[in-house]
């Protein structure tokens, strides 16, 4: 099914929005009435129809828009895309990946057309229409990741498996929240999660890296991770702090719904065939107050996990100065009933 992309901004005037159709398939993280770190992957399979599991890349109404807001982002800072020399073969493992799940998952949008090592890739809603020959970098305008990147939403990682550890050496990266590819390119697994407060402690990046070093090829696994962000604003970096961090200030009860979004990554992580190396799909979505309560059960239950974080978890995630105000106005949307088990709307 054909989708309608819409022209919305991430910046500026803020004009994203979810339509209603958006909301309910919108991937909502928490599947209790509290919330604490866990390592909480699950296999990354085909899920049910009118989800973002439906398919294993997910495209959405924001796609142009939000490829659109990714060339501004290179444009203005080109350092948000990096690889290093060593990752040629992990790059077109990406582009291959990326263009299969996309093709297979919207034939009205995409079509990849491979006669050995000669291939035409399609992309209706960007008016893409290019032969190349797979494997000769030449044959495209941008080295193979960053071509492929450039038509994908969310952020993208390729991290090199060697010495018994994980060493992030390629990215895309213009959707982060809060952390710099130019900071942690050549970094390993411990290392750029060092910030991450409590989960250090109790052990979760410990079980994650062991697991991830033996995630096998055609078998990926996922998770959520989350935040919350003001305004509408994808590139929340460090190299951009100075336009976004100020807005934190801006929150007051009267435009908390509007402001106010939650941030969700659906993290999804692939062995790549020829490389051995694992990218890592870190796909965000973002929902302000006011569609949230659209739901009732997620409305009942995000105060509930605000009013529960350790501050540990409340500072690092920068919601000191807006947690309360956030809490008092989603409260008047909780009439105490049991929420039922999982993420799903009722």
């Not at 090592?117 to 229409?129: A, E, K, M, S, Y």
């Not at 213009?174 to 390119?185: E, G, K, R």
């Not at 702090?241 to 009267?254: Q, S």
């Not at 807006?322 to 999982?342: C, N």
Request: aromatic share 12%; proline share 7%; hydrophobic share 35%.
């Amino acid at each position: 099914m054909a989708i309608a992309f819409k022209q919305e901004t991430f910046r500026d005037d803020f004009s994203y929005r979810n339509s209603p159709g958006n909301i309910r398939r919108f991937p909502f993280p928490f599947d209790r009435d509290e919330y604490m770190y866990s390592v909480n992957m699950e296999p990354h399979v085909r899920g049910r129809a009118g989800t973002v599991y439906e398919n294993l890349i997910d495209v959405d109404e924001h796609y142009v828009a939000e490829m659109h807001d990714r060339a501004l982002v290179l444009k203005e800072d080109p350092l948000r895309y990096q690889a290093l020399p060593h990752m040629m073969s992990a790059q077109w493992d990406t582009l291959e990946l990326l263009m299969e799940e996309q093709a297979a998952g919207y034939p009205d949008h995409f079509t990849l057309i491979r006669n050995g090592d000669q291939w035409r890739w399609i992309n209706r809603p960007l008016g893409i229409d290019d032969s190349f020959t797979f494997g000769d970098a030449s044959t495209l305008p941008y080295e193979p990741f960053e071509y492929i990147t450039r038509q994908a939403q969310g952020d993208f990682c390729i991290v090199d498996q060697r010495d018994g550890n994980l060493w992030m050496d390629a990215g895309m990266v213009t959707t982060q929240a809060d952390w710099s590819l130019d900071f942690d390119i050549g970094m390993n697994f411990m290392e750029w999660h060092g910030p991450v407060p409590l989960a250090h402690q109790i052990g979760v990046f410990d079980r994650a890296l062991k697991f991830l070093l033996n995630l096998q090829q055609g078998k990926p696994t996922r998770r959520f991770n989350w935040t919350m962000t003001i305004n509408p604003r994808l590139d929340t970096s460090p190299e951009n702090y100075h336009k976004w961090g100020p807005d934190r200030r801006t929150v007051t009860p009267d435009n908390v719904g509007e402001k106010v979004h939650l941030r969700v990554e659906l993290q999804s992580l692939w062995r790549l065939p020829r490389s051995n190396a694992i990218l890592f799909v870190i796909r965000c979505y973002l929902m302000n107050m006011e569609e949230l309560v659209t739901v009732p059960k997620w409305a009942r239950r995000f105060p509930r996990v605000l009013k529960t974080l350790p501050p540990e978890l409340i500072d690092y995630k920068g919601l000191t100065r807006y947690r309360e105000t956030t809490i008092d106005w989603l409260s008047k949307y909780d009439d105490g009933a049991p929420t039922s088990p999982g993420i799903y709307p009722d």
